[in-house]
């Protein structure tokens, strides 16, 4: 390997990396882009699901909050926490195809309504946004198990 190669793979690496790690992961310049970034990586085959353990990444400050609190004693009490599955999905396992993606809204709230198939059945989440000072952040999921802030029993 070349040093040449070496210094193109760590700047894409780099690359990578800004766009997907640390708390400004999911800081992109329009609710739209910050719902593809979110959504896209599910088509791939084999595609884990995003960390939504990372809560910051995603979620409002209180229901990231919220979530912490609920993991943290889950694991002090060695059980499961409320959140058993994906939310972003609404699943606990998935085979995602065609994805849809619709942001409405202005300023600094908007509404994303999701559609897609989930091992060929059709299914929709709608995903309330703000824009946070570390960019858009999700305030609730809506899907057919409930709402994530019901869930948290957040208001």
């Known amino acids: 390997m ?7 793979r760590f700047l894409l690496g780099g690359g990578i990396a800004t766009c997907l790690g640390g708390t400004g992961a ?11 970034t979110l959504y896209r990586p599910y088509l791939a085959k084999g595609f884990q699901g995003q960390p939504y ?28 926490p409320t959140l058993n599955g994906d ?16 942001v409405t809204g202005s300023g600094d709230a908007a509404t994303a309504r999701v559609s897609f198939q989930n091992f060929g059945e ?4 709608l995903l309330e ?10 305030a609730d999921i809506k899907a057919p198990s409930g709402s ?7 208001k």
């Open 53 to 80: 353990g990372d809560t910051a990444r995603f979620f409002v400050p209180a229901l990231a909050q919220a979530m912490d609190r609920d993991n943290r004693e889950a694991k002090r009490r060695n059980e499961v």
């Open 2 to 8: 070349t040093a040449g190669t070496l210094s193109r």
């Open 122 to 125: 059709a299914r929709r989440v």
């Open 26 to 36: 999911m800081a992109q310049t329009t609710a739209q882009a910050f719902v593809e």
């Open 148 to 154: 994530l802030k019901a869930l948290y029993k957040l």
């Open 87 to 102: 939310p972003f999905v609404d699943a606990q396992d998935w085979e995602i195809s065609k994805l849809s993606i619709d």
């Open 129 to 138: 946004l703000v824009r946070t000072p570390a960019g858009w952040r999700i």
